[in-house]
């Protein structure tokens, strides 16, 4: 992976913080040690003048240094009266000649020597003693220092981006880890999940991946009910029209066309439900008239519908006939006797009871009914997962109801 990739920008990001804090460093250790190395010139240059300042004596009006006490500065001092050198090595620079003539405090640097002037208090005489230092040994060691820093900064670098190199692996390591697990259980075990506990990203990542993985199989799950509905709800209208055509053929007999229109309508119900359940998750939000929509439902039925309130649903209509019509189909077809359509509102909800006078619904089996494919003894649950399937869609409740009758609940929001 090149420097575009994660690792690397991490890395460099690294190695970009530590040179810049390195540089820094370099630059404020070299400041420092100049003004230090600065500092110990001037006071080695004062302690020069204060040892020759010692060896001066006036002698019957004259100034005289003592003998043999500064042979030791010969070389590294001089000492002017009233602007003639008294003492020190002969033919001294202009620079130090300047210096002493002029006599009062003043540093100046020339080459790689620090010159320093300092009057005297000799009454009656105007004495400057002026030194110097050699500044070569010191510009040396700042030079070694500074080199010295900068490979240790050199070094400090490449250890920090060798650090960071290893840190970044063993992180991504986890994430690499995670990838491959992920695509050995997509291909093998699709229910496996991360698990991870840590508190950390990648405990956050896993947890994330986890919940990802949950919605995928979700998906996958409801698309393979959605295939169990379409082919139990379609099974039954092909499998008359399929028998009513052989027992023709067989019995060289005329079709019955009521029997055909009756299948084909069912068969053309059931696609269209199962259609709108599938669309309905992408519904933008409509109200309807509950009513209205009733009448739409059960005008293929022979079902008796009582007065209802005139109320608005939060629901499309073709939504609301989608939800009803197979459970009318169920009510019609397990009905002795009649069937009928009771509303009522509820708070915030408007309930809709599809009642009949059959069977009704066992207690153990108010859930089942729902499933694909489930069927009582009596032929109870055709449509029902249908509709299970648009009331979660849409946001609406379908509950059967066990009171000795055939008795489904559907809750609608009022508008």
């Not at 309807?288 to 059960?298: H, K």
């Amino acid at each position: 992976m090149g420097l575009t990739g994660f690792r690397g920008r991490i890395v460099s990001l690294a190695v970009l913080t530590a040179t810049l804090v390195v540089a820094v460093f370099v630059v404020l250790s070299h400041v420092l040690l100049t003004r230090s190395a600065d500092a110990d010139t001037r006071t080695l240059a004062r302690t020069r003048v204060e040892a020759v300042a010692g060896t001066v004596q006036v002698h019957n009006g004259k100034v005289r240094l003592v003998e043999g006490t500064g042979d030791a500065f010969d070389t590294v001092a001089w000492v002017y009266e009233d602007g003639r050198l008294i003492d020190g090595a002969e033919h001294p620079t202009d620079a130090v000649s300047l210096l002493g003539a002029a006599g009062r405090h003043e540093f100046r640097v020339t080459g790689r020597y620090l010159l320093y002037a300092e009057p005297l208090p000799v009454q009656g005489h105007r004495v400057t003693v002026v030194v110097t230092v050699d500044l070569a040994p010191y510009e040396h060691s700042e030079q070694r220092s500074l080199m010295m820093s900068l490979a240790l900064g050199a070094l400090a670098v490449a250890l920090a981006g060798f650090i960071a190199h290893l840190g970044v692996n063993r992180a991504l390591r986890v994430v690499q880890r995670m990838s491959a697990l992920a695509d050995e259980w997509g291909d093998h075990d699709p229910a496996r999940r991360f698990g991870l506990e840590s508190r950390d990203e990648f405990g956050e990542l896993a947890r994330t991946f986890d919940r990802l993985l949950d919605r995928v199989s979700e998906t996958i799950a409801d698309e393979r009910r959605l295939t169990d509905e379409i082919a139990h709800e379609l099974r039954t209208p092909i499998a008359v029209l399929r028998g009513e055509a052989q027992f023709a053929e067989l019995s060289s007999t005329r079709i019955e066309p009521q029997l055909v229109r009756t299948e084909a309508d069912r068969l053309d119900t059931a696609v269209s439900t199962i259609l709108d359940a599938a669309r309905s998750r992408n519904r933008q939000a409509q109200t309807c008239r509950l009513t209205v929509a009733l009448r739409g439902a059960t005008q293929r039925h022979d079902v008796y519908l009582g007065s209802a309130p005139e109320v608005d649903v939060a629901v499309p209509a073709d939504v609301v006939v989608s939800v009803l019509t197979p459970l009318l189909d169920n009510a019609v077809r397990h009905a002795r006797t009649a069937a009928s359509v009771q509303v009522e509102t509820c708070g915030e909800h408007v309930l809709v009871h599809v009642l009949d006078d059959g069977p009704g619904f066992r207690p153990d089996d108010l859930e089942r009914v729902f499933e694909p494919g489930h069927s009582t003894a009596d032929g109870h649950g055709l449509g029902l997962a249908v509709v299970r399937r648009i009331a979660n869609a849409t946001g609406l409740g379908v509950r059967a109801v066990a009171d000795g009758r055939g008795h489904v609940e559907v809750r609608f929001p009022a508008a």
